[in-house]
């Protein structure tokens, strides 16, 4: 993918549509639902009141956009904008070489602080940071995992995702692991659900982490771990955690 010349007016236009298409109303609600109160993990955070599909076709409508100019966007105080920047990403990810793709996935590291809500991290690190290491090594989430930074973490075991979806599963086993006795409710949902997804896809996977590490994960994240196994099992996994 070559690179194309800076576009100023198109940013300022893309800005302006999205002032346009803010809901008062849908804004407000999102305040409530991404925890934006005093010591909540979104504190602060402000909404235009945008949907994700509305987001998706500004997608493909910028899509001429030069990936680099999203950086002003990911800088946003408007969560909507943060998160187009990464949609952006992720399309120009999906579309670019080598080169562009690396690029991309150092420009999304360098940037982790404005990543910083749950949907922000699902919507594009499975792509720009899973995709861009898969099929190598998982390093970098291993230090990832480590990070003070909660959304960091989240990155970590989000990314793993990539590698899921091609039936490789060592590397949502290994973040896992990392992350079982986190701190952060954020963080046991993400990783109860990545290893529910392990398990659509091969069950007996699953369940060998859950035989030998069940008794030791917070509640939640065994919760969503076992969502869809049949009542009975998914009530023997629950009580190896009550007797641990």
């Known amino acids: 993918m070559k690179p194309e010349p800076t576009n100023r007016a198109s940013l300022l236009t893309l800005r302006a549509e999205m002032q346009a298409l803010g809901s008062p109303a849908a804004a407000a609600q999102s305040l409530r639902f991404f925890k934006t109160g005093p010591g909540d993990y979104g504190e602060g955070d402000q909404f235009l009141g945008i949907r994700v599909p509305v987001l998706r076709e500004l997608v493909r409508k910028y899509r001429g956009l030069p990936w680099r100019e999203a950086v002003t ?53 499975e792509h720009i940071v899973g995709g861009f290491l898969y099929p190598g090594g998982i390093g970098l989430l291993v230090d990832l995992a480590g990070s003070k930074n909660l959304w960091e973490r989240r990155i970590a075991i989000l990314s793993t995702f990539h590698y899921i979806r091609r039936d490789e599963f060592k590397p949502t086993l290994r973040i896992a692991r990392l992350l079982i006795e986190d701190p952060h409710d954020l963080i046991h949902k993400a990783v109860g659900w990545l290893l529910r997804e392990v398990g659509k896809r091969d069950q007996e996977v699953e369940e060998g982490f859950l035989r030998v590490e069940a008794w030791r994960m917070p509640r939640t994240m065994l919760r969503y771990a076992v969502e869809r196994f049949p009542e009975p099992l998914r009530k023997r996994y629950l009580a190896m955690k009550s007797a641990g």
Request: net charge negative; glycine share 2%.
């Open 73 to 125: 966007l990911l800088k946003s105080t408007w969560h909507e904008e943060r998160l187009l920047a990464l949609l952006l990403w992720v399309d120009a990810f999906s579309r670019g070489d080598a080169t562009d793709r690396e690029a991309i996935h150092r420009a999304y590291l360098d940037h982790t602080a404005f990543i910083n809500n749950w949907d922000l991290v699902d919507a594009s690190a």
